[in-house]
């Protein structure tokens, strides 16, 4: 039961992952006249617009940004769990492989819910979005 519960956690923290900053409209004339579905349409237009041009949404993959939290928390762990069991008495084998283990857990958990929080794009990404939008009569208050 726990596991499921576990899982359904972390999909859901992967799936909110996804979801990224949209432009946030003015809700000026323009927008009035034409309605919030077509104004959605025009937000997927020119963000298609955008990648084709070769503006990339964002600067930074989560995985990689996942994958080096936990490899540092290893590297930390490791390096804290070694330098305790010296100090302890104890074997600093065993110790850097229990720190090494813990360090892992933490920057694995730290980076999932850093990663759970929507990246802001690229700078020229949102500088293409938001003037292919002003183009067409669209005014863009910001991004989130």
């Not at 819910?113 to 067409?136: D, G, I, M």
Request: proline fraction near 3%; glycine fraction near 14%; hydrophobic fraction near 40%.
């Amino acid at each position: 039961m726990n596991r499921r519960r576990i899982s359904a956690v972390f999909i859901l923290l992967m799936l909110s992952a996804c979801s990224g900053a949209r432009p946030v409209l003015y809700p000026n004339a323009h927008m009035q006249s034409v309605g919030k579905e077509a104004a959605e349409q025009d937000i997927e237009a020119c963000k298609q617009s955008a990648e084709s041009a070769g503006a990339e949404q964002s600067s930074g993959g989560k995985g990689s940004r996942i994958a080096t939290g936990t490899a540092v928390g290893a590297g930390a762990g490791a390096a804290s769990g070694a330098i305790g069991s010296v100090i302890s008495g104890a074997s600093a084998g065993l110790g850097s492989m229990i720190g090494a283990a813990s360090g892992a857990v933490w920057g694995l958990l730290t980076s999932l819910f850093y990663a759970a929080t929507p990246s802001q794009p690229s700078q020229a990404y949102t500088n293409f979005v938001n003037r292919c939008l002003q183009e067409k009569g669209y005014e863009v208050t910001g991004w989130q």
